[in-house]
């Protein structure tokens, strides 16, 4: 499914340049499976997804797991949109102590449901 507006074409685009902007500036990081998986993630966070940034632990909320944990990017993206993040957490990707380690972290980041890192790690939850 892609997105069906010029609307959610402009918001990919905003989520691939925060991808390449915060990968660019860490200096370190893997840009191509968040640009490639942009349009599908924007799909299901903004259509699908019930999550309230508000309360990030709210009991009914869908959770997206994002297995490829080296891809955080996106997600952390994806949480800035949807308003878990602001920009500030973003320029701080990779940086030691932000919230926005190399490999998302549960407890270290609102709206992140599980510490992941490995490809297919994601698949045993």
Known sequence: M??????????????????MDATRQANSG?????????????????????????????????RFVLSAGHESMLLYALLAFSGHLDIADLQAFRQYGSRTPGHPEQHMTPGVEATTGPL?????M
């Not at 297919?120 to 045993?124: I, K, P």
Request: net charge negative; glycine share 8%; charged share 20%.
């Open 30 to 62: 893997h840009p191509g499976g968040p640009m490639s998986s942009a349009d599908m993630a924007y799909v299901l966070f903004h259509d699908f997804l019930r999550h309230d940034p508000q309360d990030p632990e709210w009991f009914n909320r869908d």
């Open 120 to 124: 297919g790690q994601g698949l045993a």
């Open 2 to 19: 892609m997105p069906n507006t010029s609307n959610d074409q402009h918001c990919v685009n905003i989520i691939k340049a925060l991808v």
